[in-house]
């Protein structure tokens, strides 16, 4: 597809559960983005990958949270053992490097429910 | 350190009345600055970018660099407007995100 596909849109699962999150990125993006949302936090950053660099984890919560970039294309973003307190709206966004201007990509998100 | 301020966290208008949402950034070059726009069940998009000196919607935002500030401006509210707005500063292909304002447009 021509946008940042995000699967699933929506997940429900039990406190105590691992989850994965996907992120397929616009071709030719090198550079990927993790964002959490929530009510009244706005926009946290997580975590970025650029190229084959080692990516930016300064966002991550805490130990639970990791994720993968491979081949320099599809994301998964994993949690273990979920709280419920990581119920929240995960974004991933990709853009294009390089100098010229450019703008990160969003896709449409994946809710997390953790109950 | 890069830093995007959005101090109002939730903004009401009056249809046809102007709107200003405040963005203030620290940053130590020449920023990089976009105001993003989420529609209620609408993915994040771009709204506009401040290189670009455009005008999108009805909406401008002016890099004020003496005041540090990318305050997004609209001269009359429309019904429409009504979403969530984000100021981001780019740094080293970096995206850095304000805590978001939500904008009411009351008919």
């Known amino acids: 597809g021509a946008g940042v596909s995000q699967s699933p849109s929506n997940k429900v699962t039990e406190k105590g559960k691992d989850v994965e999150l996907r992120c397929d990125p616009i071709?030719?993006?090198?550079?990927l983005y993790w964002y959490r949302q929530s009510l009244g936090q706005g926009l946290e950053f997580l975590i970025y990958?650029?190229?084959?660099?080692?990516?930016?984890k300064s966002g991550l919560p805490s130990d639970r949270f990791s994720a993968e970039r491979t081949g320099g294309s599809v994301s998964t973003l994993t949690i273990q053992r979920t709280q419920q307190e990581d119920s929240a709206v995960y974004l991933c966004?990709?853009?294009?490097?390089?100098?010229?201007?450019?703008?990160?990509?969003f896709g449409q998100g994946t809710r997390l429910t953790v109950v | 350190a890069q830093r995007v301020t959005q101090p109002e966290k939730l903004l009401s208008v009056f249809k046809g009345a102007p709107v200003e949402l405040k963005c203030n950034y620290s940053?130590?070059?020449?920023?990089?600055l976009f105001w993003y726009v989420q529609y209620s069940r609408q993915r994040l998009q771009l709204l506009l970018r401040?290189?670009s000196r455009e005008s999108i919607k009805g909406f401008t935002a002016d890099l004020n660099k003496g005041e540090t500030s990318f305050h997004l401006k609209k001269p009359f509210a429309q019904e429409e407007d009504s979403a969530m707005y984000y100021c981001?500063?780019?740094?080293?292909?970096?995206?850095?995100f304000g805590t978001g304002t939500s904008l009411t447009v009351i008919p």
């Open positions: 966004a990709s853009s294009s490097s390089g100098g010229g201007i450019t703008e990160a990509f």
């Open positions: 071709s030719g993006h090198t550079a």
């Open positions: 990958f650029q190229g084959n660099s080692a990516p930016d």
């Open positions: 940053y130590s070059g020449s920023p990089e």
């Open positions: 401040h290189i």
């Open positions: 981001a500063l780019r740094s080293s292909n970096q995206f850095y």
